[in-house]
């Protein structure tokens, strides 16, 4: 299993990134996805999930209104399609998923992508 993002960057207070995490190794289409994030100094918080079906996502009550998530599932690859970005959106922004295998779910994160809001 491997995760890997990308499209992290500085940005400008009310500027705009998108972050991708392309999936290998497992059978993406069949699960959720999310993202997390890690501030200098502070504990590791979930942003957004996207299941596998539907494509229905959840939120954090910080992000909700100006970030979405969004998976191809041809590509194997989630999105995350941040706007409106403030200060406090610095952090490390991971990709997450859970697999199930021999009968344990076992976590899988990607090595993270810097994103730095600041002018």
């Known amino acids: 299993v491997q995760l890997v993002e990308s499209g992290g960057d500085l940005v400008q207070p009310g500027g705009s990134l998108r972050l991708s995490c392309a999936a290998s190794?497992?059978?993406?289409?069949?699960?959720?996805m999310s993202w997390y994030r890690q501030a200098p100094g502070k504990e590791r918080e979930w942003v957004a999930r996207?299941?596998?079906?539907?494509?229905?996502?959840n939120y954090a009550d910080s992000v909700k209104g100006r970030i979405t998530v969004s998976r191809d599932n041809r590509k194997a690859t989630v999105y995350l399609q941040m706007d409106s970005l403030k200060p406090e959106d610095t952090a490390v922004y991971y990709c997450?998923?859970?697999?199930?295998?021999?009968?344990?779910?076992?976590?899988?994160w990607g090595q993270g992508t810097q994103v730095t809001v600041s002018s």
């Open positions: 997450y998923t859970q697999i199930w295998r021999f009968g344990e779910p076992r976590d899988y």
């Open positions: 190794g497992f059978a993406f289409t069949s699960y959720p």
């Open positions: 996207i299941d596998s079906g539907s494509g229905t996502a």
